[in-house]
């Protein structure tokens, strides 16, 4: 009996140890962040996102004041920036499509770490004389991003078909940037067997937000 009771003594010991070392072990980026933490959760994510690099190399210094420069810092990179351009091309011709770039915006993610969100909306017009064009023509357009060429899903319209001879496209993407970084962003449209030159009219607003997708105005 004694013997058993022994062993049920070093199993609630062990626990106890268990349940002690696991805060020390969880610990994230920062080291003298514990898991248990009450702000731990709310800390991994301005490190995420790139409103805080620390206070040191690997540190957060959680009880230490802010002061009223530092505090300028978190709120410009917690804040939502919105970029927009809004102008006219004319489409070149090739190869039986005609083709531009109307609209053109530069973003620049705050923080110096982890990522933003860049919420991209906007509008693209191809108008022309429909009768010279050659049309109806399937037209697409959408957003892209210069440093990869990844683009957004294509909207898709057919020009040539209004009394006006213009169709208007809307154009959006999400997309994800490193804080710290200076993106450029067009809208791109092709006009499929136009067989003169037409002209876009495009807008395009990028609103940067460092905690997810933020609806552009």
């Known amino acids: 009996m004694g013997h058993i009771s022994r062993r049920k003594v070093t199993f609630a010991a062990a626990i106890v140890l268990l349940a002690v070392a696991v805060p020390a072990s969880a610990n994230h980026v920062f080291s003298d962040v514990p898991a248990d933490y009450v702000h731990h959760g709310a800390i991994a994510a301005l490190d995420e996102s790139g409103v805080t690099a620390g206070c040191a190399a690997g540190e957060y210094c959680p009880g230490d004041d802010v002061n009223r420069g530092q505090m300028a810092s978190f709120l410009t990179r917690a804040g939502t920036t919105i970029t927009a351009d809004s102008s006219t091309t004319s489409l070149a011709l090739a190869d039986g499509a005609a083709s531009g770039v109307p609209v053109t915006v530069e ?51 057919v020009f040539g078909t209004a009394a006006d001879g213009a169709v208007t496209l809307p154009v959006s993407w999400s997309v994800p940037i490193p804080a710290g970084s200076s993106e450029e962003f067009h809208i791109a449209v092709f006009v499929e067997g136009s067989t003169s030159e037409l002209t876009a009219d495009g807008t395009l607003t990028a609103v940067t937000a460092p905690f997810g997708d933020v609806a552009a105005p």
């Not at 993610?109 to 909306?121: F, I, N, Y």
């Not at 191809?126 to 009768?131: D, E, I, N, Q």
């Open 107 to 157: 973003v620049d993610a705050p923080g110096t770490d982890g990522t933003q969100r860049v919420t991209l909306e906007g509008t693209v017009t191809v108008r022309g004389a429909t009768a010279d064009a050659g049309c109806p023509c399937d037209v697409e357009a959408f957003v892209y991003r210069l440093s990869d060429d990844e683009q957004g899903a294509s909207s898709l319209g």
